[in-house]
């Protein structure tokens, strides 16, 4: 079971980028899935998720009006759409499947991760 994260890069201040997450298996058409990020010195932080059926999505609060999460179950895919960058989200986002309920994913540990993405937004 694996979950790969692509679409990272660099991009200056205000821009937007796309991060997708693809799974290895339909099973996790049945998972929540979600994305955290980790800036270098810090540790790794919460940024969004989304329900399995992608009806209730959740969102950490200094990316809100900013990022947009979604997902494609037949593509087995999350996606994570940023706008308004700003330079403090620079950071290796990475991906996550856990059925937990959203509001505890900032709390509880995750089933699965995906190998991190590096987004630099320059000044």
């Known amino acids: 079971v694996q979950l790969q994260a692509s679409g990272g890069g660099l991009v200056q201040a205000g821009g937007s980028l796309r991060l997708s997450c693809a799974a290895s298996?339909?099973?996790?058409?049945?998972?929540?899935m979600g994305w955290f990020r980790q800036a270098p010195g810090k540790e790794r932080e919460f940024v969004a998720a989304?329900?399995?059926?992608?009806?209730?999505?959740y969102y950490t609060d200094s990316v809100k009006g900013r990022f947009t999460i979604s997902r494609d179950n037949a593509k087995n895919t999350v996606y994570l759409q940023m706008s308004s960058l700003k330079p403090e989200d620079t950071a290796v986002y990475y991906c996550?499947?856990?059925?937990?309920?959203?509001?505890?994913?900032?709390?509880?540990?995750?089933?699965?991760w995906g190998k991190g993405t590096q987004v630099t937004v320059s000044s």
């Open positions: 989304i329900s399995w059926g992608g009806f209730s999505t």
């Open positions: 298996r339909r099973t996790f058409s049945r998972y929540a």
């Open positions: 996550a499947a856990d059925p937990t309920i959203l509001t505890q994913w900032p709390t509880v540990g995750m089933d699965y």
